[in-house]
């Protein structure tokens, strides 16, 4: 089932890039052997995305906003933090207007649920490489860990509708 889940969640997260996980390896927070993996968290089903905020979809004709969101989750799969997160162009820097998407973006994303990241760790190499993506055969060690969201903020047809971007 965790590959599924696991299928889906590559689909669905947009998550910090590589460079970003091997700043962490050299700071001491990830690194792991060559008998282990590192499964991302996956997001619960009944997760929602933010609505837009009523008070901008009045102003009409605002143009579209795109926020990240940084969500640290703990090992038991609760969001921790949550907090936008500067990386432009991608993700630009919060403005007057973005704070209110930043705004409703922290009070829906902390109450998200995951399922937690896991450091699995195999017997041997050959273990590992027998399991795939998924932990089958290792031992599973819950893992705090931190996603980014590019959430896109858009009106369509006079009505407030938002995205969550893949990165």
Do not use: H
């Amino acid at each position: 089932m965790r590959i599924t889940r696991l299928a889906l969640a590559a689909a669905l997260l947009a998550v910090l890039p590589a460079a970003a996980f091997a700043e962490e390896a050299a700071e001491g927070t990830l690194q792991l052997t060559d008998k282990q993996t590192f499964l991302l968290p996956i997001d619960e089903p009944g997760n929602r995305l933010p609505e837009y905020p009523a008070e901008v979809l009045a102003q009409q004709q605002v143009p579209s906003r795109a926020i990240c969101m940084r969500v640290d989750i703990d090992e038991e799969g609760a969001v921790s933090y949550t907090g936008p997160l500067v990386r432009e162009p991608e993700c630009p820097a919060v403005t007057e207007l973005s704070k209110q998407f930043v705004d409703v973006s922290v009070a829906a994303l902390s109450t998200w649920r995951f399922e937690p990241a896991i450091v699995c760790t195999f017997r041997s190499k050959t273990a590992k490489e027998a399991a795939g993506m998924s932990c089958q055969g290792g031992r599973e060690q819950p893992q705090a860990t931190s996603l980014t969201f590019r959430l896109l903020f858009n009106q369509v047809d006079g009505k407030g509708v938002v995205f969550l971007q893949r990165g």
